[in-house]
């Protein structure tokens, strides 16, 4: 598998640990500075190219710009017939999100957690316990200082960046359960303008809620999920110590490759790259664009409630679909 890089900021490190242990050549890399291109290129052996020459003669391209430029460097990719991984969230606007799913072609949202063992055997234990009652997922961290975390241009705060992975594992966990209405409450520090602590609430059909923390006001990172029905309990623990109990009792972790970083494979990103692998030989994407627009669509809805102190909003959500979720919040919270 040839693989080209749309963008070469940190989290391009990481996917290209990952594309080495899958042994998958790194054939190009575009980013919005020639010197971060040229670094990242010389790294991984590959050319500095511009964003559109892209795919440069690779067979998918991953998307890690930052997401005000998903929608574009996607559409790009998919119009050269390449297979897209894109980060997550998977564009800034609805519209934009709108563009990718119209476009057709195969895109992975590359929601690195779905792909997680400790995650996948999270499903497992979860489907035994009968019909859920409650999904708890945390996502506490400090404030990120790298990166265009606190620009409001990007799509928004740590409900938009951290809250997307939580979001997306309450919609897998919930399964066939869907979504019909999001309050939140977000936050900001005097010092910044975009969110950096929110809780949300969905409400699902069968009247199951799921509650979503998220904040980067914590001094260390703290990720867990929670899930639980009347017969029941999973607990997983992916940070700071990964760790899965069901009905308070431990559960012996899955057992990892030993091809990189364990780091890298309890976060799933070992396994995106192999599903990656998959896609570009033939085989339908198991989570796709379609799942990242749903997981964008109860952001705008969660970011909109919280412009409406103790409100609801619907789902799924009806409201501007070329406004950021940030743009939703801010409309009313102002300056």
């Known amino acids: 598998m040839k693989l080209a890089f749309a963008g070469a900021g940190t989290i391009s490190v990481v996917h290209a640990m990952a594309a080495a242990a899958v042994e998958a050549e790194i054939v ?10 040229t670094e990242r290129a010389a790294q991984v052996g590959a ?3 511009a964003f559109e020459d892209l795919p440069a003669g690779a067979d998918a391209v991953v998307v890690c710009t930052p997401p005000d430029r998903h929608g574009a460097d996607t559409l790009q990719a998919l119009r050269a017939g390449a297979v897209v991984l894109v980060e997550k969230p998977l564009a800034a606007t609805l519209a934009e999100a709108d563009a990718i799913v119209d476009a057709g072609g195969q895109v992975i949202y590359a929601e ?5 063992p400790l995650v996948v055997h999270t499903y497992q234990l979860v489907s035994g316990i009968g019909a859920l009652n409650f999904i708890e997922i945390r996502q506490l961290s400090p404030r990120p200082s790298w990166g265009e975390f606190l620009d409001p241009a990007r799509g928004g705060g740590v409900l938009f960046d951290l809250g997307s992975h939580a979001v997306a594992l309450a919609l897998l966990l919930a399964g066939a359960d869907a979504p019909v209405s999001v309050e939140a409450t977000l936050s900001r ?11 949300v609430f969905i409400t699902f059909a069968s009247g199951m809620r799921a509650r979503i923390e998220t904040n980067w006001t914590n001094p260390h990172a703290v990720w867990d999920i929670q899930v639980s029905s009347h017969s029941g309990v999973v607990r997983t623990e992916l940070m700071p110590q990964p760790g899965i109990e069901h009905n308070g009792e431990p559960v012996a972790l899955p057992a990892l490759t030993g091809i990189a970083d364990p780091h890298l494979e309890h976060y799933g990103y070992i396994d995106q790259m192999l599903t990656l692998r998959d896609v570009v030989g033939g085989a339908p994407s198991p989570i796709d664009a379609r799942f990242g627009r749903r997981v964008l669509d109860v952001l705008s809805a969660a970011y909109a409630a919280a412009s409406k102190p103790g409100s609801s909003v ?13 743009q939703l919040w801010s409309d009313t919270v102002g300056p």
């Open 28 to 37: 190009a890399v575009a980013s919005r500075t020639s010197e971060r291109a």
């Open 112 to 116: 690195n957690l779905a792909f997680s």
């Open 314 to 326: 619907s789902l799924p959500f009806s409201g501007p679909r070329n406004r950021t979720p940030h």
């Open 189 to 199: 520090s005097a010092d910044i303008e975009v969110d950096d602590a929110a809780e």
């Open 47 to 49: 050319a500095v190219v």
